[in-house]
C-alpha cells in the first residue's frame, strides 16, 4: 500500500520563526503536493514538484517555499512564520503523470498553529 | 479556472437513511477525472472513487453509489442506508493538466460534513 508519511502531527510556532514541514513517501511517487485545509475553504495547491530538484507553484504559494532534494522527501518550508498560516497541511503523492492512472495518496496531516 | 462546487457544507442524517452528497463542477478540458475522497476525525484523506470524464457509468460499490452527469457537470455520492462509521467530511476533486508534460494536480470542494445520528 501508498505510505505518505509526515513527521509531525501537531506543530506550535511563533510568528517569525522558520517552520520546516516534513513529508516522506516510501512508494517511488515522482509527484508530490502540499495542501493546506481551512474550514470553509477546502484544500488548497501550496506548491507541488514532479522530479527531483523540481518545483511548481500552486494556488496559494505566498509566505511559503518548498525542497526536494530526493525523491521521497518534499519540504515544506516557512520562511518566517505568520498567524494566517495557522491551519491543517496535507502533503501527497502520486505516480506517474494522470491522476488517472494513479490518484493522489495523502499522509494524516500536520496541524500548525502559529501564536 | 477549474472550480468544484459543494453546496451542502453539513448534513446531518439518522442512522440507516439514505443521503447524497452533491458535487457541480466546470472545467475547460475535455479529458479528465473527478474524485471523491473522505477524511474522517483522524485527519487523513481516504481515496473513495475515481471517475474518467468519458465514462458515465454509475458505479456501485457496496453501501456507495456515484451518479456521473456530463450535462449537467455533475457528480453526485450516494450512501444507503448510513451508518455511524460513515460520519465524516467528504470532498469532491476534479483533476487539471498543469504542464506541458501531461502532469496534473486535484481542485477541491469545500467539503460536506456528514453526521450520522445514531
Known amino acids: 500500500d501508498v505510505k505518505v508519511t509526515q513527521s509531525s502531527r501537531y506543530l506550535v510556532k511563533r510568528t517569525g520563526e522558520k517552520v520546516f514541514l516534513e513529508c516522506v513517501q516510501d512508494?517511488?511517487?515522482?509527484?508530490m503536493f502540499w495542501y493546506r485545509q481551512d474550514p470553509g475553504l477546502g484544500l488548497r495547491l501550496i506548491y507541488f514538484?514532479?522530479?527531483?530538484?523540481?518545483?511548481e507553484k500552486g494556488d496559494i504559494p505566498e509566505g511559503y517555499s518548498v525542497s526536494r532534494e530526493k525523491k521521497e522527501r518534499f519540504s515544506l518550508i516557512l520562511e518566517s512564520a505568520s498567524t494566517n498560516q495557522t491551519s491543517m497541511y496535507l502533503c501527497a503523492g502520486n505516480r506517474g503523470r494522470s491522476l488517472g492512472n494513479s490518484p493522489l495518496h495523502f499522509g494524516n496531516g500536520t496541524r500548525l498553529t502559529v501564536t | 479556472a477549474q472550480k468544484v462546487t459543494q453546496a451542502q457544507t453539513e448534513i446531518s442524517v439518522v442512522e440507516k437513511e439514505d443521503v447524497t452528497l452533491d458535487c457541480v463542477y466546470e472545467t475547460r478540458d475535455t479529458t479528465y477525472y473527478l474524485f471523491w475522497y473522505k477524511q474522517p476525525p483522524s485527519g487523513e484523506l481516504v481515496f473513495l472513487i475515481r471517475?474518467?470524464?468519458?465514462?458515465?457509468q454509475n458505479e456501485i460499490s457496496g453501501r456507495y453509489s456515484w451518479n456521473f452527469q456530463k450535462s449537467t457537470s455533475s457528480f453526485n455520492f450516494t450512501i444507503t442506508a448510513s451508518q455511524v462509521v460513515d460520519s465524516a467530511v467528504y470532498f469532491c476533486a476534479l483533476s487539471e493538466v498543469i504542464s506541458n508534460f501531461g502532469n496534473e494536480k486535484l481542485t477541491f470542494g469545500t467539503g460536506t460534513r456528514l453526521t450520522i445520528i445514531p
Open positions: 471517475r474518467n470524464s468519458f465514462d458515465e
Open positions: 514538484s514532479y522530479d527531483v530538484k523540481m518545483k
Open positions: 512508494m517511488d511517487h515522482e509527484n
